[in-house]
């Protein structure tokens, strides 16, 4: 999922940690996105106008350079559910999954958007790259334990059905994300998600009941 700047941290040298690391990052799902599996280390370091030893202080290898927008996504999705959740308190579960998700999906800007088609790029580059859809699914991993987390605060749901929904709500995000970056139907991703999640929620009764 495309993903927005981190969080603010509290220092001066943090910050500007954190700008090289998504500085890389980006130019790297760029290079993903453009060369595939023929991209190195050294190419994402000279693209990113840092050195080499620069990229593997942040880094161990090419692939996990993308990570920091992949799990960005995963945090700004989990984000914007626990807000809508406490904002709106009525909302049955599975209304709250699915607009926060629409939310997630939809570019708020220029950088959203480019953020939205390096993803697809790097999917593409996935197939032939099990070191890239290896760090892929860590970030949707990390997307269900931030779920569980979300979803346990916000429903009175018990533990097996807190952690059925996490794997599911995921598994829909991932599935809609992949079904539009392959090409395999028209729709943009965040109605994709949307009807994903649809369907889930006929599948699983609670998320269709008010929450209080």
């Known amino acids: 999922m495309p993903t927005a700047p981190p969080s603010r941290p509290s220092s001066l040298t943090e910050r500007r940690k954190a700008a ?11 290079l993903f996105a453009e060369r595939g599996a023929a991209v190195t280390a050294e190419d994402i370091a000279r693209a ?45 579960l599975g209304e709250v999954l699915e607009r926060a998700a629409r939310e997630a999906l939809t570019p708020a800007d220029a950088r959203a958007e480019e953020a939205l088609e390096w993803t697809r790029g790097l999917l593409h580059a996935m197939q032939d790259n099990p070191a890239l859809r290896a760090v892929w699914h860590r970030a949707h991993h990390e997307s269900e334990l931030a ?66």
């Open 20 to 30: 090289t690391e998504l500085e890389i990052a980006r130019t790297a799902a760029a």
């Open 147 to 212: 779920l569980i987390d979300v979803l346990a605060r916000t429903t009175t749901a018990g533990p097996l059905e807190v952690r059925l929904t996490a794997a599911a709500a995921d598994g829909a995000l991932r599935a809609a994300v992949e079904v539009w970056a392959a090409g395999e139907s028209d729709s943009p991703p965040a109605e994709l998600a949307a009807r994903a999640l649809r369907t889930l929620a006929a599948g699983l009764p609670w998320l269709t009941e008010r929450r209080t």
């Open 48 to 92: 990113a106008g840092v050195a080499p030893r620069t990229f593997y202080r942040y880094f161990r290898t090419k692939e996990d350079a993308v990570a920091p927008l992949l799990t960005g996504g995963v945090r700004d999705w989990a984000e914007g559910l626990a807000e809508l959740a406490a904002r709106e308190p009525e909302l049955p």
